[in-house]
Every structure is written in structure tokens, then in C-alpha cells.
């Protein structure tokens, strides 16, 4: 800490002592001030070179600047711009065209009228086909599917089962019990016990 600082000898003491008892305090100064050392400016002894002499070292000679390189025209329309006739703003404008204006390239709209924006929005005869085979074929699975998992199920079992055989492990048959309950579920629509 630059500076001095008054504290007490002892740290053990309160702190209020500094200024009630002052006849205890020290002064620490740990760290030295800042400071510098001023130019000598004597107006009277400063040695002038006389008039008309040039230069003590000459003056470097300055490379011209290197001539700007020529501006670069837009390629018209740039790559990966949209196609002419394509819709925008929610089918409220059609691009029309790409014209160079100075070395920029412009993009040419067309307002549609309302009519024009309602027989855009009607789907084409293929969209109207891949829409309605999708939903034909995603219906048909969600219907089969219980049929599918009534069909799967026990072909499954029997697969365990037979796996269950060659591998040693002894497969555990169904009690009497256990038949009636899970045809009683059946019939009620229900799956059956787990075993």
C-alpha cells in the first residue's frame, strides 16, 4: 500500500484506540511515494541550427499508393437466388426478374392479385394423391395393428419357448387356473396374465 498508514503496535487491541489514544500509535510506510524527475527546460542555453540548413537526415522517399483494384460486378442473378416465378411473402408477391443496376444486382417483384393467390393456394392433382395415399396407408396400419399384435404375440411366445428348450432352462407350463382366466380375459378384450 503506497503511502503511510497509523495503527496500533498491538493487533490484539481495539480498534478505536487509534484515534482516543494517541500516545500508543505508530506510522508505518511500507511502500515508497511516486515521483519523477522533471526535464530540464533552460530557454537560454537550447542551440538552434542556423536558418537554411536542411535537414540533419533526408527525408525517405514515399512508394506510391498501389492503384485500388477494379470493383467487382455482381454476378446477376447471384447463385442460390430464387427462380424467377417463385412466391414470396405468402404467395403475396412473384418474383419477376434480376436486373444490374451499377454493379449491384436488383431483384424484380410482381404483386399478385387475389384471384392469382387463391389458385396458387390450390393443391396440384399430385400433391392431392401423395397426401391422400399417405393417410390411406397410415389409417390402414393404425387399424391393423391389434390384428398384427394378436397375430405376432404367441408366435413370439413359441419362439422364447423353443429357445428357452435349447438352451436348458426349464419352461414353465400354464395351470388350469391360469387357461381359464386368460380365455375369460380374451374374451372380455383384455391382455393376458403375466406370468
Not at 498501389?66 to 442460390?80: Q, R, S, V
Request: charged fraction near 20%.
Amino acid at each position: 500500500m503506497p503511502g503511510c498508514v497509523v495503527t496500533r503496535k498491538s493487533t490484539r487491541e481495539n480498534s478505536a484506540l487509534v484515534s482516543n489514544d494517541e500516545a500508543g500509535n505508530i506510522v508505518l510506510c511500507q511502500a515508497g511515494y511516486p515521483s519523477y524527475d522533471a526535464m530540464d527546460y533552460t530557454p537560454e542555453d537550447l542551440i538552434y541550427p542556423p536558418a537554411g540548413d536542411t535537414q540533419r537526415y533526408p527525408q525517405p522517399e514515399i512508394p506510391p499508393a498501389d492503384t485500388p483494384p477494379p470493383e467487382k460486378i455482381e454476378a446477376c442473378p447471384p447463385p442460390g437466388a430464387a427462380e424467377i416465378g417463385t412466391k414470396i411473402e405468402d404467395g403475396k408477391k412473384e418474383i419477376t426478374g434480376y436486373q444490374l443496376i451499377g454493379n449491384r444486382c436488383v431483384t424484380q417483384y410482381k404483386k399478385l392479385t387475389m384471384t392469382q393467390q387463391v389458385v396458387n393456394a390450390i393443391p396440384t392433382a399430385p400433391q392431392v394423391v401423395s397426401t391422400t395415399g399417405i393417410t390411406l396407408i397410415a389409417t390402414s396400419a393404425a387399424l391393423s395393428t391389434p390384428i398384427l399384435l394378436k397375430a405376432v404375440k404367441p408366435i413370439v411366445k413359441q419362439i422364447i419357448n423353443r429357445i428357452k428348450k435349447i438352451l436348458g432352462k426349464p419352461v414353465r407350463k400354464l395351470t388350469l387356473a391360469e387357461i381359464k382366466a386368460n380365455s375369460y380375459r380374451e374374451k372380455r378384450g383384455l391382455p393376458p396374465l403375466k406370468i
